[in-house]
């Protein structure tokens, strides 16, 4: 399965994201630079986390309007698959490519610990090998992942099976609306998510919880 992942100065979780996405689908990604223009056919673009262009204005604002995020938009308008993590969300959330926004933590402060996910919704691309409740561990490392949507856009992400994951067990590290980690937009193909699954696929990570999304995400079993 081919994948590929998106390239912003300032983001550094893009190795974590290259080695996961190498490891479980069996080919390294390609890579696509914020000036590119075209991504090539893949059945996965990823979005990786960190600091691009230095959190300046608001976390993804700028990475949001690269060139390429023109090109992203145009894959996940065909359907492709996209997933954000971290500040990818942001970016995504930024691209007008999924809804609401992602407020400073409620604490203020950076939250770098590991939370409890529950799969509030188990019928997506991304989702399917986990179980409907299932709850699984996640790291979280950020600042800014404080989701709000207003009462309208709530209830119809809500309403539609569009809340993906939920903060479980008291663990909501940044005061997030409705405990919301992750949502899809209305088609279903574009995933953003605080936590980082990516870095919990293999023995030598503590644990494999994160390793169903991506395999869900690239269509392997299970
Ligand atoms: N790990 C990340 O991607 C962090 C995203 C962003 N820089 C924040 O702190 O909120």
Redesign the pocket.
């Known amino acids: 399965m081919k994948s590929a992942v998106v390239l912003l100065p300032g983001?550094?979780?893009d190795r974590d994201m290259i080695a996961a996405l190498t490891k479980i689908s069996g080919q390294a990604p390609a890579t696509v630079w914020q000036t590119d223009t075209e991504i090539p056919d893949v059945d996965l673009i990823a979005i990786?986390?960190?600091?691009?262009f230095g959190?300046y204005l608001r976390?993804?604002a700028i990475g949001a309007r690269m060139p390429v995020m023109r090109a992203v938009a145009e894959k996940a308008a065909k359907g492709v698959p996209v997933i954000g993590?971290?500040?990818?969300f942001?970016i995504l959330v930024e691209a007008g490519l999924l809804p609401g926004a992602?407020m400073r933590?409620a604490s203020l402060k950076?939250v770098c610990r590991q939370v409890k996910l529950e799969i509030a919704n188990a019928n997506t691309m991304f989702t399917r090998h986990y179980q409907p409740g299932q709850v699984i561990r996640s790291p979280v490392?950020?600042?800014?992942?404080n989701y709000f949507a207003d009462a309208e856009t709530l209830a119809r992400l809500e309403g539609e099976g569009q809340v993906v994951f939920r903060y479980a067990e008291g663990t909501n590290p940044n005061g997030s609306i409705n405990d919301i980690a992750g949502i899809v937009n209305d088609k279903g193909n574009v995933l953003g998510l605080?936590p980082?699954p990516e870095n919990l696929i293999e023995a030598a990570h503590g644990g494999n919880d994160g390793r169903a999304l991506f395999e869900s995400a690239l269509g392997l079993a299970a």
Request: aromatic share 8%; proline share 4%; net charge negative.
């Open positions: 983001l550094n979780r990786p986390g960190g600091f691009s959190d976390c993804g993590v971290c500040n990818g942001q992602l933590n950076f490392a950020h600042h800014d992942g605080m980082h």
